[in-house]
């Protein structure tokens, strides 16, 4: 079981805005510590999407934004195109574990 | 650009010693803005955090392997290395390094990945 909670799957057809939660608790998101979110495509490393809350680290697309608030944290895909079709990952920092933790991943479908 | 680059065997006997390092090429890894950590993937699973290490040699792991890791830095060859000790087939998974930014834990996410390395715990 992973410390941070995400749906194993979301979907949306081309051009819809995609939404995908990744849920803490009190020593984690809940503690305000930064959620970044990473993308992976099959067979190839994760690559960083958003990091601290929502900023997007250079090249990544402006249609892909996050979000935080309490105990959980939010990705965004707005106009969802084909070529997102991938695994998210989200990750933070969790105080009891003294280290990072990562989410499950949710698998994007793009219908 | 910077490059990190994991190389060990990829077949490991169950109760033995996994060993993985990773190169840096592009940077140093001396740089006090970086931390330096591995990352595992069990095939089909998420990811989990292993540990990260600073350029001083700083260690950070994560408690469910702690005892049975360590992580190192050999600031000469700009690499650092992984070893995981009495592994079982529950460890066979692609080991990434990757490079921590900032050099803070709470704040720290990972921007630059490996290409990852399967290692496969036999019996």
């Known amino acids: 079981q992973s410390v941070l909670t995400q749906p194993p799957s979301v979907s949306g057809a081309p051009g819809q805005r995609v939404t995908m939660s990744c849920t803490g608790t009190g020593s984690n998101i809940g503690a305000g510590y930064d959620v970044h979110w990473y993308q992976q495509f099959p067979g190839t490393a994760p690559k960083l999407l958003i990091y601290?809350?929502?900023n997007r680290p250079s090249g990544v697309p402006d249609r892909f934004s996050g979000s935080k608030s309490a105990t959980s944290a939010s990705l965004a895909i707005t106009g969802v195109q084909a070529e997102d079709e991938a695994d998210y990952y989200c990750?933070?920092?969790?105080?009891?574990?003294?280290?990072?933790?990562f989410g499950g991943g949710t698998k994007l479908t793009v219908l | 650009q910077l490059q990190l680059q994991e190389s060990g065997p990829g077949l490991v006997k169950a109760s033995e010693t996994l060993s993985l390092t990773c190169t840096v090429s592009?940077?140093?890894?001396?740089?006090?803005?970086?931390?330096w950590g591995w990352i595992r993937q069990p095939p089909g699973k998420g990811l989990q955090w292993i540990g990260t290490?600073?350029?001083?040699?700083?260690?950070y792991y994560t408690p469910s392997l702690k005892s049975r890791v360590t992580i190192s830095v050999d600031t000469s060859k700009n690499q650092f290395s992984l070893k995981l000790s009495s592994v079982t087939a529950a460890d066979t998974a692609i080991y990434y390094c990757a490079r921590g930014v900032p050099a803070v834990a709470p704040y720290t996410h990972f921007d630059y990945w490996g290409q990852g390395a399967l290692v496969t715990v036999s019996s």
């Open positions: 601290a809350n929502n």
């Open positions: 990750q933070s920092y969790d105080s009891s574990l003294s280290g990072s933790v």
């Open positions: 290490i600073y350029y001083s040699g700083s260690t």
């Open positions: 592009g940077g140093s890894i001396t740089s006090s803005t970086y931390y």
